[in-house]
């Protein structure tokens, strides 16, 4: 019988949200799912069997990796117990700032998402004397951005938003600048220049900058009533402007689009989401999983077009209507641009950083610069940009963590996408179709759910799941532990009997 541990972590099967604590939240503060929807964390035992003492061990549930005889208890990044750390290879260690006892240290950290938030937290909770500064561009206080169509929709009140109220800055000792834009990094002289002319001196910076929308080169796009959705200000604007029956066009299929296009029905608009691929979210979803979203999006009343193309968006000042590639002319009094982003690399590129697509960053999110970190949106690791709430909280943390003095690694995580603003419990994990004939794809379609599974080398490395709540948690946490199933596998393996191996019922 395996061991039973204590339940230090419950995970959302909607969002993915971890919650450190002897119960689950009453409402997660990232989709507002209750109780219901979380599950607790558990590992595998370990076995004990290797004649070699590990030197670095990986936490199961957020891929820290510790330096050390032994796993630490608990995780610093994610509280997990020490049975839920697993072994890896050694390899030649990333320089990161030496631990520091001077209570004088002064952090600077630019960007207040999840990111920036998430390192100030753990700067804190790691160096209770340390000077930590956070600017933000937003007048706001720092909000959970990946609400914000939940706010669009009336399902919050915009005072649910913030991450924090204003008092926890206070009492943490952050000191929060709002409504300030950073025109100048000098990581010589180390200092952080502000519009305002103000200059903060840092001893270590944390770069989470974020991203803004990709703005594609329409014709029109100027006019009044076109809008993208990044902040609560952009919610904000959508919402004045919006009445019962107004026309509204959405172009781009993804997370963002169809989120937006389902909050904007919800308010009673007439809404079209475009989507030039085949299908919707052709980077997270397969078409047969795609086909359950379209239908499920056709109840709420969004009309979906697909294999259609932007060509103008036309109008005298206010958008009148959007042409499309084919020739057809779509009445629109509102438009919403969800074309993807771009990491903030501006800064990094002025003050002489490392720069791919994003900020390059090494295991310890330490850029080119060794007093400069970078974690969010806008950090590169290993040719990845992540672009979601999970990673850019995990790499905060680490980043504040290793800022401070720590030593703690990002190894990467798997790509995980959920819609939770539509009342669709969808999930996509990992890899969601084959990539050549090494993989092995299990899937069952029903009519109300669909799920999927794709195996390498006897491990599940991804997972599509459309009305299986109950498999997202399980089905994450065997890719992150690299879970063998190759008994399963061996026979004549079906999707009930994978979800059985995961603990969950058909």
């Not at 995970?11 to 919650?19: E, K, T």
């Not at 003492?53 to 891929?63: E, F, G, K």
């Not at 919610?235 to 004045?240: K, P, S």
């Not at 690299?482 to 995961?502: G, I, K, N, W, Y």
């Amino acid at each position: 019988m395996s061991k039973q541990l204590p339940v230090r972590q419950w995970r959302c099967v909607l969002c993915g949200y971890i919650h450190a604590g002897s119960e689950p939240p009453g409402c997660c503060p990232v989709c507002g799912t209750g109780p219901e929807d979380f599950e607790a964390y558990a590992a595998p035992d370990t076995d004990g069997t290797s004649d070699q003492v590990p030197a670095r061990w990986r936490c199961l549930l957020c891929n820290d990796v510790h330096e050390g005889s032994a796993p630490p208890d608990p995780c610093p990044v994610c509280g997990a117990e020490p049975e839920c750390f697993q072994a890896v290879e050694s390899e030649i260690p990333t320089a990161v700032a030496a631990p520091t006892t001077d209570s004088t240290l002064r952090l600077v950290i630019v960007g207040s998402g999840i990111a920036g938030v998430a390192a100030a937290e753990a700067a804190r909770a790691a160096a209770p004397g340390a000077e930590i500064t956070l600017v933000s561009s937003e007048q706001d206080l720092p909000y959970y951005r990946l609400n914000l169509t939940r706010y669009l929709a009336g399902e919050i009140t915009r005072d649910a938003l913030p991450i924090h109220p204003e008092t926890w800055y206070g009492e943490q000792r952050v000191r929060l600048l709002r409504g300030e834009q950073v025109v100048q990094l000098d990581t010589a002289a180390h200092t952080v220049s502000l519009a305002n002319g103000a200059t903060l001196p840092y001893d270590r910076l944390i770069l989470t900058a974020g991203s803004h929308p990709h703005i594609p080169p329409l014709p029109g796009i100027d006019l009044d009533g076109v809008f993208s959705l990044r902040t609560a200000a952009d919610a904000d604007g959508l919402l004045a402007r919006l009445t019962p029956g107004t026309p509204c066009v959405c172009i781009g299929g993804g997370v963002l689009g169809i989120e937006t296009a389902a909050a904007l029905a919800k308010r009673g608009a007439t809404v079209t989401l475009l989507e030039g691929h085949d299908w919707l979210m052709p980077r997270q979803l397969n078409a047969t999983a795609a086909v359950h979203l379209e239908r499920h999006l056709n109840k709420l009343g969004v009309t979906v077009l697909k294999r259609a193309r932007a060509e103008a968006l036309e109008g005298g000042n206010v958008l009148e209507a959007v042409q499309l590639l084919d020739g057809r002319r779509l009445h629109a009094r509102l438009g919403v641009l969800a074309t993807g982003v771009r990491p903030n690399t501006a800064l990094a590129r002025r003050s002489g950083l490392a720069v791919n697509i994003g900020i390059l960053v090494d295991s310890a999110l330490v850029t080119s610069a060794p007093d400069v970190y970078a974690a969010g949106d806008a950090a590169e690791f290993n040719g990845q940009l992540y672009g979601t709430w999970a990673a850019s909280q995990t790499q905060g943390t680490i980043a504040g963590r290793n800022a401070v003095g720590g030593g703690t690694r990002f190894s990467g995580i798997p790509r995980s996408n959920t819609i939770k603003a539509v009342g669709l419990d969808l999930t996509s994990i990992g890899r969601f179709q084959p990539e050549d004939g090494g993989d092995l794809l299990l899937e069952e379609n029903q009519p109300d759910r669909y799920r999927a599974f794709v195996f390498r080398d006897n491990r599940m490395v991804g997972a599509l799941l459309v009305g299986c709540a109950d498999l997202a948690t399980p089905a994450r946490r065997a890719i992150e532990a690299r879970q063998d199933f190759s008994l399963l596998l061996a026979s004549a393996p079906t999707c009930a009997a994978v979800a059985q191996e995961l603990g969950v019922k058909n």
